[in-house]
């Protein structure tokens, strides 16, 4: 009898943590492809007015891109325009590092989406992913290499979800270039 429980609790348990390596799994997708869908549409913004565009008002650049049909971004941007140095990160800033002192000063500028829904599940069963983007627009000519009109665009995110009864936080980075010949 001590043997079959000893079998029962192990297979139970090995089910419980197979629970949360697929959830975990699933929750680094979902944060994964919502950020490659808005690098995806930074690509085809305009480069001369939308890449970053800029706020006269409030004199702050952003990018302007859609989450879902319903829902749309202003996402703050730090721009360093050439002859400028590029004020981006070139590793991920660890977990513990906040936006202020991401890469080169002044640092980025924290902009949360809200808790972004994954199921159509409701209450507090239901999972949802929180993620916050960073991004630096950085233009990289090199008059030594004949490249002009090349931005280089960075984007930090990191996410949070639940894990049973504690919180987890994963940061990763995503660099890309845009040329002003891009279509």
Same mark, same amino acid.
């Given at each position: 009898m001590s043997i079959l429980t000893l079998f029962m609790l192990g297979f139970i348990s090995t089910m419980i943590q197979s629970r949360r390596m697929t959830e975990s799994s699933v929750l680094q997708s979902a944060a994964t492809s919502t950020? /490659?869908?808005l690098v995806e549409q930074m690509k085809g913004l305009d480069y001369t007015t939308q890449i970053p565009a800029y706020n006269a008002v409030t004199n702050t650049f952003y990018v302007f891109l859609r989450q879902d049909q319903d829902t749309d971004f202003t996402i703050p941007v730090t721009y360093t325009a050439a002859p400028g140095l590029p004020k981006a990160p070139t590793k991920c800033p660890d977990i513990t590092v906040d936006a202020a002192h !991401?890469? !080169?000063?002044?640092? &980025? *500028?924290? /902009?949360? @989406?809200?808790? *972004? %829904?994954?199921? @159509?599940?409701?209450? @507090? &069963?239901?999972?949802?992913?929180?993620? %916050?983007v960073w991004i630096w627009v950085d233009e990289i000519p090199d008059s030594i290499k004949g490249t002009s009109d090349v931005k280089r665009v960075t984007v930090v995110y990191t996410y949070t979800y639940n894990d049973g009864s504690s919180q987890r936080t994963v940061r990763d980075m995503e660099v890309f270039l845009r040329t002003k010949y891009d279509l």
């Open positions: 950020v /490659y869908g !991401a890469g !080169a000063s002044p640092g &980025a *500028i924290d /902009y949360n @989406t809200g808790d *972004i %829904t994954l199921s @159509t599940v409701t209450g @507090t &069963a239901s999972q949802k992913l929180k993620l %916050t």
